[in-house]
């Protein structure tokens, strides 16, 4: 089985957390492949930018997922394990990037995103997130 590394970022403006629906109509958080020895946190960033058109910054690490799925492109098995950086953007600006296959994204409440959000370990990353992001703006 192939492992890919990867890293994405659970994006919040205010107590709102930014969602991408993908071209499978899944609602996903933004994330990609960690590529040529890039940082984790940068690559973050960048498909924050990149799926979304979301500037952010990172405020502290979410933690790590892992899932696998049978890839028909490359006709075999692959393991995703992902690194999560919370994140925080500087104002609801974005732009889905329809090209990369994007449907619809935006904004939305914490609860309204965790009942769109298609996978159960996203939502409770988002859950967890949420907790962490709440305390860090506190301090």
């Given at each position: 089985m192939?492992?890919?590394?990867?890293?994405g970022g659970v994006v919040f403006a205010g107590s709102k957390v930014y969602l991408l629906r993908n071209e499978k109509g899944e609602w996903v958080l933004p994330k990609g492949v960690i590529r040529n020895g890039e940082r984790?946190?940068?690559?973050?960033?960048q498909r924050a930018m990149h799926e979304a058109g979301v500037s952010a910054k990172i405020v502290a690490p979410a933690g790590e997922t892992c899932y696998e799925f049978f890839s028909s492109s490359r006709r075999a098995p692959i393991s995703n394990r992902i690194d999560w950086f919370i994140m925080q953007a500087s104002d609801e600006s974005h732009k889905v990037n329809t090209d990369e296959g994007f449907q619809d994204g935006g904004f939305y409440p914490v609860d309204e995103a965790?009942?769109?959000?298609?996978?159960?370990q996203d939502r409770a990353l988002v859950n967890l997130a949420f907790e962490k992001y709440l305390a860090f703006k506190e301090d």
């Open positions: 192939r492992q890919r590394n990867c890293a984790a946190g940068d690559v973050a960033i965790l009942d769109k959000i298609t996978y159960s």
